[in-house]
């Protein structure tokens, strides 16, 4: 009794049944040839996607919808990318601060430390071709410049009168806007500044150059400071025989 009447009500929807998946199976079917992709089209035929690949796999797409689901993918392409361009900015953001907090007050006998060891790894040294070499520092940092002028001022008690500074740049770079903000960096007019140097080889990098933000490079050189410069090779030796 029990199997007769469950046989009965299959035989009322299986039909219904049969009639509603057909009628799905029609409608993913115009929607593919529109160039909807699987996701799209099983947002509006809630089947399953073994279901719907079966549906479709028989199913061409013209030109037009090709382009389409191509350019739909290198759209969701770079979506993705950017999502993780934006994480990695952000992770490195937040290892940034943590570190920086590791950093704290710096004293005069740090940056007595932290001077040599960017004189050693960016000053002119004397060579034995060279003996009366005075002190020379180059970069193109702002933030190295700041450090090195502080620390000659304080540990080395240089004044800024005994300081010869220099601007290299690149012909194609702008001298009036990179002296200006030289100027600025270091508390130096520049009608102080020595003539400009041009560099005009052919720049050979891979590098992508923001000639906005491009000031060339600014050099310090002390006056008369020979035995300066001797006395500085001295503490790097210190440094390393401690060490």
Not at 5 to 17: D, L, V
Not at 127 to 138: A, D, H, I, M, Y
Request: aromatic share 8%; hydrophobic share 35%.
């Amino acid at each position: 009794m029990i199997y007769q009447n469950h046989r009965c009500i299959m035989e009322t929807i299986y039909p219904w049944f049969m009639i509603s998946k057909t009628r799905e199976k029609q409608k993913a079917i115009v929607l593919r040839k529109k160039g909807l992709s699987y996701n799209e089209i099983l947002r509006l035929v809630p089947v399953a996607k073994s279901t719907l690949s079966v549906w479709l796999r028989e199913i061409g797409l013209a030109k037009r919808q090709r382009q389409r689901l191509t350019e739909k993918r290198k759209l969701a392409q770079k979506k993705a990318q950017q999502t993780c361009r934006e994480n990695r900015i952000r992770a490195t953001e937040e290892i940034k601060t943590l570190a920086g907090k590791e950093i704290k007050k710096i004293g005069k006998k740090e940056l007595f430390l932290i001077g040599i060891a960017l004189y050693w790894a960016e000053g002119s040294k004397q060579k034995e071709t060279n003996v009366s070499q005075g002190l020379r520092f180059s970069n193109s940092d702002p933030r190295m410049i700041k450090i090195f002028l502080k620390w000659l001022i304080e540990i080395c008690n240089v004044s800024k009168k005994n300081m010869d500074m220099r601007l290299y740049i690149h012909e194609t770079g702008d001298e009036e806007k990179s002296l200006k903000y030289w100027s600025k960096i270091v508390g130096v007019p520049v009608v102080r500044f020595r003539k400009t140097v041009f560099k005009k080889h052919n720049i050979k990098t891979n590098r992508k150059v923001d000639n906005n933000n491009y000031f060339g490079l600014l050099d310090i050189t002390v006056k008369r400071s020979t035995n300066l410069n001797r006395k500085l090779m001295g503490w790097v030796e210190g440094i390393v025989s401690k060490i």
